[in-house]
């Protein structure tokens, strides 16, 4: 299980706000930007918009998971930035999932699957072919 690696600074968020990219889905707004380092920088917030501290914590913890669950497949040297919207609170995990994944696609922060992976070896008979 790999350890998710924070954004805790202030100024670190406010320089992927201002200088990366976006993409916005309804239930979250991911930033990205590239920079220097091995392993994927990620920082989650849910502004007071979101409803009471029950409803910004379980928006917290929903993409939390999701990001968690996509880490390994994120690109190393990377700031992300996950802001949560007013429905990721009443949103089922795999939703959270899918719109994160796909966000992340969009911004091309993902590692694709199909250069993780290896090619299958051919077989005697399919290289005589």
């Known amino acids: 299980m790999d350890i998710i690696v924070p954004l805790t600074e202030n100024y670190e968020f406010r320089r992927v706000y201002a200088r990366g990219k976006s ?8 930033y990205c930007m590239k920079r220097g380092g091995a ?26 998971e999701s990001a968690r669950t996509l880490y390994p497949a994120i690109r190393p040297g ?8 007013g429905k990721t609170p009443f949103m089922h995990c795999g939703t959270v999932l899918t ?20 090619k299958p070896e051919k077989t005697a008979s399919e290289k005589r072919t």
Do not use: F, H, Q, Y
């Not at 990377?78 to 919207?85: K, P, Y």
């Not at 993902?110 to 992976?117: F, Y």
């Open 99 to 118: 719109e994160m994944t796909s966000a992340l696609e969009e911004l091309g922060v993902l590692v694709s699957a199909a250069k993780n992976r290896a």
């Open 23 to 30: 993409a916005v889905r309804p239930s979250l707004v991911a």
């Open 78 to 85: 990377v700031d992300i930035v996950l802001v949560s919207r």
């Open 39 to 64: 392993a994927p920088r990620i920082g989650i917030t849910a502004s007071r918009k979101i409803g009471n501290a029950v409803k910004r914590n379980r928006a917290r913890r929903l993409l939390r």
